[in-house]
C-alpha cells in the first residue's frame, strides 16, 4: 500500500505561482505512475497531469505549458509546479499514484487547496 501527502496549496494572486508536492510512502517500488488531479466546487474531478516511471509526462489541454509536473525519485516525491495561475485553477488539488503489482490498485492523498484570487 501507498501512502500520499500533499503540500504547498494556498492563496495565490493571479499570476503567481505555486509548487505542490507529494511524499510518498509504503510500496512504493510498485508505482507505475503519479499523477495530479484537482476538483473544483460543483465540478467533476479531473486529471490535470500524469508521469510515468519512465519519466513521461502527459497534461491537461488546460494547463499545456502553464503547469510542469516532475519527480525526485531518491525523495519520493512527486512535485507540479504552477506558473501564471488563473481564478479558474481555484481547486482542491489531489495526488494519485496507481500500479498493477500485485494486482491493479491506486491510492489518493487528502487533497490541498488552492485558491487563486483576481
Known amino acids: 500500500q501507498v501512502q500520499l501527502v500533499e503540500s504547498g496549496g494556498g492563496l495565490v494572486q493571479a499570476g503567481g505561482s505555486l509548487r505542490l508536492s507529494c511524499a510518498a510512502s509504503?510500496?512504493?517500488?510498485?508505482?507505475?505512475?503519479m499523477a495530479w488531479y484537482r476538483q473544483a466546487p460543483g465540478k467533476q474531478r479531473e486529471l490535470v497531469a500524469v508521469i510515468t516511471s519512465d519519466g513521461i509526462t502527459k497534461y491537461a489541454d488546460s494547463v499545456k505549458g502553464q503547469f510542469t509536473i516532475s519527480r525526485d525519485n531518491g525523495r519520493n516525491t512527486v512535485y507540479l509546479q504552477m506558473n501564471s495561475l488563473k481564478p479558474e485553477d481555484t481547486a482542491v488539488y489531489y495526488c494519485?499514484?496507481?500500479?498493477?503489482?500485485?494486482?491493479?490498485?491506486?491510492?489518493w492523498g487528502q487533497g490541498t487547496q488552492v485558491t487563486v484570487s483576481s
Open positions: 494519485n499514484a496507481a500500479g498493477t503489482w500485485p494486482t491493479p490498485w491506486t491510492s
Open positions: 509504503g510500496s512504493i517500488f510498485g508505482i507505475n505512475f
